[in-house]
T-cell receptor
Framework: AQSVSQHNHHVILSEAASLELGCNYS??????LFWYVQYPGQHLQLLLK??????LVKGIKGFEAEFIKSKFSFNLRKPSVQWSDTAEYFC?????????????FGRGTSLIVHP | ETGVTQSPTHLIKTRGQQVTLRCSSQ?????VSWYQQALGQGPQFIFQ???????GRGNFPPRFSGLQFPNYSSELNVNALELDDSALYLC????????????FGPGTRLLVL
């Protein structure tokens, strides 16, 4: 069965610091990859997604993620975080063709950005 | 806001009871998925409905069942509630298959005593 690991459960940064949140998955075939964010008091929403093509994906609010197939990773990055980036971040994987199309989420990373 | 609404927002039940949660999809979306999110965990996929038929199921027992109506709104029913069913239940709608962008509702928080 596929699994998704988010190694950092809690991250605390100061404004303007750089961010990298790790995401690793366990499946050797084609995958579709997602990062979702949940701001305090708001709905879960999509930050960015990767289906195919350029492995460096740009999302909303200055976030980007890089798919490294050899490392089974899809890490989320932002060069300079803001206080408004304080939120819960979830990585998710859906198997591609031949898979079960059942999405698997990581347990999430709580990010706190100090002003 | 996503246009996906869920009701009720909070619910308290006792062990053994049955519960029905409701979800109204975003306009134009014909696919709805349900998730269970326990405290401190990521959402776990329960099942998906596409054009009123179940289109995929996660690792949940048969006492978790669902319906999708012709207007694409949906229900999640849980029978014989257990304490471990206490969680936030999320509904997400999308326009086609599950690979497309999902729009999540605010969730229903269920507490089983």
């Amino acid at each position: 069965a596929q699994s998704v690991s988010q190694h950092n459960h809690h991250v605390i940064l100061s404004e303007a610091a750089s961010l990298e949140l790790g995401c690793n998955y366990s499946y050797g075939g084609t995958v579709n990859l997602f990062w979702y964010v949940q701001y305090p008091g708001q709905h879960l929403q999509l930050l960015l997604k990767y289906f195919s093509g350029d492995p460096l994906v740009k999302g909303i609010k200055g976030f980007e993620a890089e798919f490294i197939k050899s490392k089974f990773s899809f890490n989320l990055r932002k060069p300079s975080v803001q206080w408004s980036d304080t939120a819960e971040y979830f990585c998710a994987v859906i198997l591609g063709s031949g898979g079960s199309y059942i999405p698997t989420f990581g347990r999430g990373t709580s990010l706190i950005v100090h002003p | 806001e996503t246009g996906v609404t869920q009701s009720p927002t909070h619910l308290i039940k006792t062990r053994g009871q049955q519960v029905t949660l409701r979800c109204s999809s975003q306009s134009g979306h014909n696919t709805v998925s349900w998730y269970q999110q326990a405290l401190g965990q990521g959402p776990q996929f329960i099942f998906q409905y596409y054009r009123e038929e179940e289109n995929g199921r996660g690792n949940f027992p048969p006492r978790f069942s669902g319906l999708q109506f012709p207007n694409y709104s949906s229900e999640l029913n849980v029978n014989a509630l257990e304490l471990d069913d206490s969680a936030l239940y999320l509904c997400a709608s999308s326009s086609e298959t599950i690979q497309e962008t999902q729009y999540f509702g605010p969730g229903t928080r269920l507490l089983v005593l």
